[in-house]
Structures are given as structure tokens and as C-alpha cells.
Nanobody, 123 residues
């Protein structure tokens, strides 16, 4: 299983970015997909997750109302639409896959990880 994240970049505060994570190697029926981020000097933290089958979405409180996670079953891809970005959203963002229809908010709950994409928000 390979996860390829993309879409990061430099954006001004208040702007938007859309991250993509394309999965290869298998279909993700029965899986959950998560987005995490890691800022310099900090632990990797949960951002959002979505169940592959039902498309149920979950968010960290810090991004609720600003970020939207979605998936495209036909393209085997997961997206993270990030709006109203803040300087504190600056981090490397990772997508991950979990072999369960129940999401996890912990790093250890995921079985496969992408390589990360850097998001920098200037204030």
C-alpha cells in the first residue's frame, strides 16, 4: 500500500489549500483514512478522518468549521480542504490509512502513512 500526499505550499493567513492523498496497492473498502500534521518541535497530531465506506467525517476541535475531509472512491483518493488558514496551521501534513471502519485519533492507530506535504501559512 502506498499513499501519496500532495497539495501543500505557501499561503497567506485567511487563504485556502486543498491537500490530496492518492492511494495505490489496494482498494480501501472497510478502511478509515486520516490526516495528521506535525509542526516543528511538536508531536504529530490528529487533524481529521473519514470512514471509507460511509464517508463519516471527524475533526480536531482546532480545525472544525475550517477544514473539510472527503474521499473519492472511484479515484481511491482522500482530500483535505483547508479554509481560513492560520499561522498555527503551518506543519507537514500526512495522510494515513487504518484497517478499520472505526476511525482513530491517535498516530498509533494507523497502519500506512504517506510521505507528508508541507503547508506554510504566513501571517
Amino acid at each position: 500500500v502506498q499513499l501519496q500526499a500532495s497539495g501543500g505550499g505557501l499561503v497567506q493567513a485567511g487563504g485556502s489549500l486543498r491537500l490530496s492523498c492518492v492511494a495505490s496497492g489496494r482498494t480501501f473498502n472497510g478502511y478509515s483514512m486520516g490526516w495528521f500534521r506535525q509542526a516543528p518541535g511538536k508531536e504529530r497530531e490528529f487533524v481529521a478522518a473519514i470512514t471509507w465506506n460511509a464517508g463519516n467525517a471527524y475533526y480536531a476541535d482546532s480545525v472544525k468549521g475550517r477544514f473539510t475531509v472527503s474521499r473519492d472512491v472511484a479515484k481511491n483518493a482522500v482530500y483535505l480542504q483547508m479554509n481560513s488558514l492560520k499561522a498555527e496551521d503551518t506543519a507537514v501534513y500526512y495522510c494515513a490509512a487504518r484497517q478499520s471502519m472505526v476511525i482513530s485519533r491517535t498516530r498509533g492507530g494507523y497502519d500506512y502513512w504517506g510521505q507528508g506535504t508541507l503547508v506554510t501559512v504566513s501571517s
